[in-house]
């Protein structure tokens, strides 16, 4: 049986996340390690085949705003060469064993026709497309040619004539 994984969220990466930290949703909270009654965890995710720590925190009073922040966080960012407009989307996977995981893809987001279509990856497997946006799933382009008009064509009569 093939390892299963589930979307967790996607950003564009912003000058903040960027230089300081990347806030997760609150409505993704479950998805991630808990807490446990403290406010920071390291837990690891996969980008490409290498595991990356990341330090996981929560703030103590208040709004309970999660973020994927400090040195581990600024590693990642620096080692991916992300830039602000880059993709961040996080996976949660789980083994043939039942256990679970974290995997993440970092890239350039595209559009067409100003609709975002996915982000282009950068991976051990090449560019990979995923989308971002239900838009992608929607989106289809048929092109279809028509014959040539021939008979308005005087070109074409006259080649013809040849």
Do not use: C
């Not at 497309?129 to 028509?146: I, K, M, N, S, V």
């Amino acid at each position: 049986m093939a390892a299963q994984s589930k979307h967790v969220f996607s950003k564009i990466l912003t000058v903040t996340d960027i230089k300081k930290r990347l806030a997760v949703p609150s409505a993704i909270q479950r998805s991630l390690p808990p807490f446990n009654g403290g406010h920071i965890v390291t837990f690891q995710f996969l980008h490409g085949t290498r595991p990356w720590p990341i330090r996981y925190t929560i703030r103590r009073k208040g709004y309970k705003k999660s973020v994927f922040s400090g040195q581990l966080w600024k590693s990642f960012v620096i080692y991916n060469s992300l830039n602000v407009g880059d993709g961040f989307i996080l996976y949660i996977g789980q083994g043939e064993d039942g256990s679970s995981y974290y995997r993440v893809k970092v890239g350039r987001e595209i559009h067409f026709f100003g609709i975002p279509q996915g982000i282009i990856t950068r991976s051990h497997q090449g560019l990979l497309r995923q989308p971002t946006t239900p838009y992608g799933a929607e989106l289809d382009l048929t092109l279809a040619l028509a014959p040539p008009n021939v008979e308005g064509n005087s070109m074409i009569g006259s080649m013809a004539r040849l």
